[in-house]
């Protein structure tokens, strides 16, 4: 899978860009704040519909704008088109696959796959647990975009419980009440951790095969899945609810689920954040990318396009050589730097240098 067409209008600080017969490797060259990690993103908004920097829409429209667009086309001749729009207040955002409006993030999240790598990745290893669950999260949504369905009726039965606990709390509303919501939570909570397992035992695996290859160290740290729950059969999960209601009504809140799940960097049981150097917390998140994108490989069969936001300056020489022996395995890459390193470019045939200047692109190999 490759990009071929990038069209832009209207964002953060890029008014129109329309570059198209992208090369295998692209860079995107120029000062901090050119507008080169801007063009990353806006493919982040294309493939996962959000921002690989977490920002919220609003904020990637040009000022004075009352929207942004992004369009790409891949070398199927496939399209996939983002628009947004802050027109008095009111917040729209549609997508449309070959220029049919897309109504459910499940139907368009994994078509285009792409792999991000960039220096806020190493909060996925020494960060909250809500972040490494939304990555992988975001991992297992690749491979099943019905996933995302699931997530999504989990959390507003989550949100349903969360609100009888406070009503049955204040008296408003009999602890019984809680039987059809707890049986219908049980259910979804059980196919999400298993779904989680299965992802687990296929994940972990490439990621210490990928930790090994980048760093040559002997000792490799795991990524292990710890439940929140001792069974993931629906039937032990509401048991376990049954007998959580009184806490849990005490405290306005469910305790136990899925939404509480933790995954831990662990080497000689230790947590990896705990004891590890920036440099091993560096590769463990670089690992952990690696292993999204050899796992895209073996479960869908095609080759996912890796976007890489400058993060060379943060390693040695020779693990820099390792990690671009990781990525040219026949993915198309996007890289932004100050200046393309010739090092890099050396290890690739196919080349597109781009410069970044305030917003506006310019074409120079």
Not at 154 to 174: A, D, H, M
Not at 326 to 346: H, P
Request: proline share 1%; aromatic share 10%; with cysteine.
């Amino acid at each position: 899978m490759r990009i071929e067409r990038l069209e832009l209008k209207n964002f953060r600080n890029i008014d129109a860009l329309d570059i198209s017969d992208l090369k295998g490797v692209v860079f995107f060259t120029g000062e901090n704040g050119s507008g080169k990690t801007n063009i990353l993103e806006s493919i982040s908004i294309a493939s996962q519909l959000k921002s690989f920097r977490n920002a919220d829409d609003r904020d990637m429209i040009q000022w004075n704008e009352d929207g942004f667009f992004v369009s790409i086309t891949d070398d199927k001749k496939n399209t996939y088109e983002v628009g947004f729009s802050n027109q008095e207040e009111k917040l729209k955002k549609k997508t449309k696959m070959n220029g049919n409006q897309v109504i459910k993030a499940s139907d368009y999240y994994s078509r285009l796959m792409t792999v991000f790598f960039g220096p806020e990745d190493a909060a996925l290893v020494n960060g909250t647990h809500e972040s490494r669950r939304k990555y992988i999260d975001s991992v297992i949504a690749k491979m099943s975009g019905e996933y995302i369905r699931l997530l999504n009726e989990f959390r507003k039965i989550l949100t349903s419980r969360n609100t009888l606990l406070k009503e049955i709390k204040e008296g408003r509303k009999k602890e019984s009440d809680l039987d059809v919501w707890d049986d219908i939570f049980s259910d979804r909570a059980s196919i999400i951790m298993k779904k989680r397992h299965s992802c687990m035992d296929v994940f972990s695996v490439q990621f210490r095969k990928s930790y090994e290859r980048i760093s040559d160290m002997k000792e490799i740290p795991d990524i292990v899945y710890r439940p929140n729950m001792n069974d993931f059969d629906s039937g032990s999960i509401f048991k376990s609810l049954e007998k959580g209601r009184k806490k849990d009504i005490a405290f306005g809140s469910s305790l136990h689920g899925p939404h509480r799940d933790h995954y831990l960097f662990v080497k000689n049981d230790m947590e990896i954040s705990s004891y590890g150097s920036q440099g091993q917390i560096r590769i463990a998140a670089i690992a952990l990318k690696c292993a999204e994108k050899r796992m895209i490989e073996e479960v869908k069969n095609e080759k996912s396009i890796l976007v890489v936001d400058d993060i060379f300056s943060e390693l040695d020489e020779k693990r820099r050589g390792k990690l671009v022996t990781e990525l040219s395995s026949g993915n198309q890459v996007f890289f932004s730097m100050v200046k393309a390193d010739e090092s890099i470019c050396r290890s690739f045939d196919d080349i597109d240098i781009y410069e970044v200047s305030s917003g506006k692109v310019r074409l120079c190999i």
